[in-house]
Structures are given as C-alpha cells and as structure tokens.
C-alpha cells in the first residue's frame, strides 16, 4: 500500500504564500505522475496542477497559472506546490495524488489510484 501525507496547509491573508508537502511511503511504485486537486464546500474537485516524473513536465490549471509552482524531489518521492499571490478563491481543501500507470490526461482524479487526507487552506480577504 502507497501512503501520501500532505502537510503545509493553514491560514494566510490574501497575497501572501503557503508552501505545500506530499510525501508517498509504504511499497516501492513507480510514479507516472503526481498532482494537486482541491475541493472548496459545496463544489466538486477541481485540478490544480501535476508533475510528470519521467521528465518533469508540468501543467497547471489556468486559475494558478503564473501563482503556483509544482515541484518534486526524486529521491524522496514528494512533491510540492508553492503558491504565491494566494487569493480568498483559492480556500479549498489541497489534496495530493499520485498514479502509477500511464494514462493521456493527469487532469482529472480518475487518472489517480493513490490520494492524500488532504490539507485546509485558508485564505483571508
């Protein structure tokens, strides 16, 4: 079993940054791709940004474009995603996936077998 732990998450004023953490364990996998959702009350999870690991492509949602940056480190199988510019639109709960085959799109939780308990951003106006 992969487990993934988020951790990063809390309250900010709007413009500030938050740094996000998503660390796997457990059994060895090979990761195609690890990415970021959110889900705000009331709506349904939406994609916010994922990372290839086969050679670091990145791809974002355009409500993040130019604020967001994913990131990965290799040898510890985790991956982050710093956001700048944060707004009150951006509160949501973060979630952490990670896949472990190949699929056309990394932009929609079906294309994910592993997810995270999720961390709470807050952003305040």
């Known amino acids: 079993q992969v487990q993934l732990v988020e951790s990063g998450g809390g309250l900010v004023q709007a413009g500030g940054s938050l740094r996000l953490s998503c660390a796997a364990s457990g059994r060895t996998f090979s990761s195609y791709a690890m990415g970021w959702f959110r889900q705000a009350p009331g709506k349904e999870r939406e994609f916010v940004a994922y990372i290839r690991w086969s050679d670091g492509y990145r791809y974002y949602a355009d409500s993040v474009k130019g604020r967001f940056t994913i990131s990965r480190a290799n040898a510890q199988n985790t991956v982050y995603l710093q956001m700048n510019s944060l707004k009150p639109e951006d509160t949501a709960v973060y979630y952490c996936?990670?896949?472990?085959?190949?699929?056309?799109?990394?932009?929609?939780?079906?294309?994910?077998?592993?997810w995270g308990q999720g961390t709470q951003v807050t952003v305040s106006s």
């Open positions: 996936a990670a896949c472990d085959k190949y699929w056309s799109t990394y932009t929609i939780p079906g294309s994910y077998n592993y």
